[in-house]
């Protein structure tokens, strides 16, 4: 809303403060269809008074400078209108708002200027009612800067049955009228608040999201730390994280007392392990990693990180492994194939994770904080088709370091802190990677293959 206030020109100010905008009143064209004439847009149409119109003596016509007639200002706006206009204090201009109702309207914004006699509208001697309302409505019209458009919405609402029922001053009608202008522009200006805001916002809320896919990448970013290993017909290449994240294997942490485990639930192939972590330490234990216990050999059931205040009740699912059981669904090598289950590759002592390849194409990749995680993790590799026909050609390392660049570069992911997901974001990829402290924890994607008739192992119960 304007902050400007038009002050009601006295019989003594100076004539050369003449012309001045007292304020605009939101209104239409009226009776369009009768009149061939089409207001243009960012045009100024001036209203003349029709006296001898047979329909309404307080008639004010809308006219198209050059042009004819384009229609009449309503009969409840012409009627207070109409003895201002005729006494020379104000001066009406139009100017297109919008397209025309369905009630064949035009809506128009309609300018308010003073004339010579603007004086008038100060009011005259009386002790009536009328005169009461028309200086509360004055010193209202001249303050209304002071006032919020929401303020002064609510005090139209308040007042209209009263200006509606008729009897007051034109002039004290015609400052109720501009009244609604002034909420029109705080409305304008508070919605322009509001969209500059969302747009803030929304820019604010991308920069973060630019910053934090930047973030993101970085931490996931590897290098490759030795030439391709052979597993049955597939390779596998060493990585390194580039940032990892300072934390413990699991078995190492409990060797050293860093990190303690109790049994909190059992049954027969499930138990719940209870993990307590010493202050200002982070331990991982990896998907499959297979534990010795009390309680006899257990294997983790997924990737689990543990530190104070990190996961609120700090378990350790696992799962019993079934040694001996005819249930228990594996790979089938046969006896004396010429292909023999092959045995997993060495890492060099730098890696913490490698990538799985058929020929040129990443099937998985597996990225931890922590060597000794990436060793705990090979164990997976027997799960997958080594077995598969060779696919040709054989990339060198650089070339398979260069196939799975874009998984780090490009991809898309969702970020929900700690973690970023690449299922649904990514076709093609799925997987998950944890992030603390601007570092990596541990990163699994896998890549679908084209020929995923191919893909599992044979199994036999």
Known sequence: MSAEITPILSPETSPTLLPQKLGWIPTWIVGRRYYATVPPADTALFCERQPDNPHDADAIAVYVPGGGQAGHLPRHDAAYLAPLVDRG????????????????????????????????????????????????LLG????????THT??????????????????????????????????DGVAVAEQARQEELKRKAEEAERRLAEQLAECRTAIACKPC????????????????????????????????????????????????????EQGHCVLAVQHEVLDTTLGRVRVLHDSVFAPGLVEKE?????????????????????????????????????????????????????????????????????????????????????????????????????????????????????VAMI???GLVYLRVEIKEDDTCEKKPICVN
């Open 140 to 147: 209202l019209w001249q303050n209304r800067a002071r006032y």
């Open 436 to 438: 603390l402290n601007k």
């Open 226 to 277: 030795g030439p391709l290993l052979p597993f049955g017909h597939l390779s596998v290449l060493p990585l390194r994280a580039v940032r990892p994240t300072g934390v413990m294997p699991l078995a190492s942490a409990i060797r050293e007392g860093t990190a303690a485990i109790t049994c909190r639930t059992e049954t027969d192939s499930l138990c719940k392990l209870q993990m307590r972590v």
């Open 315 to 431: 378990l350790l699912y696992v799962v019993k492994a079934e040694r001996g059981s005819s249930k228990r669904r594996k790979p089938v090598f046969m006896a004396d194939a010429v292909m023999p289950e092959p045995a997993l590759p060495e890492l060099p002592q730098e890696a913490t994770g490698f990538a799985l390849f058929r020929g040129v194409k990443p099937l998985e990749i597996v990225l931890f904080a922590h060597p000794d995680c990436a060793v705990a993790a090979l164990p997976l590799l027997c799960m997958r088709s080594w077995h598969l026909k060779p696919a040709t050609p054989e990339p060198s390392a650089t070339e398979a370091f260069a196939a799975i660049q874009p998984i780090f570069l490009d991809t898309a992911f969702n970020i929900n802190p700690p973690y970023i997901s690449f299922t649904d974001s990514a076709p093609g990829v799925s997987g």
């Open 151 to 184: 303020a002064l919405d609510a005090f139209r609402d308040e007042m209209r049955p009263l200006f509606h029922a008729g009897g007051l001053w034109p002039e004290t009608q015609l400052f109720y009228r501009l009244l609604k202008g002034t909420v029109a």
């Open 89 to 136: 204090i104000v001066r009406l201009e139009a100017r297109l708002a919008g397209p025309d109702d369905p009630d064949n309207r035009t809506p128009i914004r309609l300018e308010v200027w003073a004339a010579e006699q603007v004086a008038d509208l100060a009011g005259r001697s009386a002790d009536t009612t009328e005169a009461v309302w028309h200086h509360q």
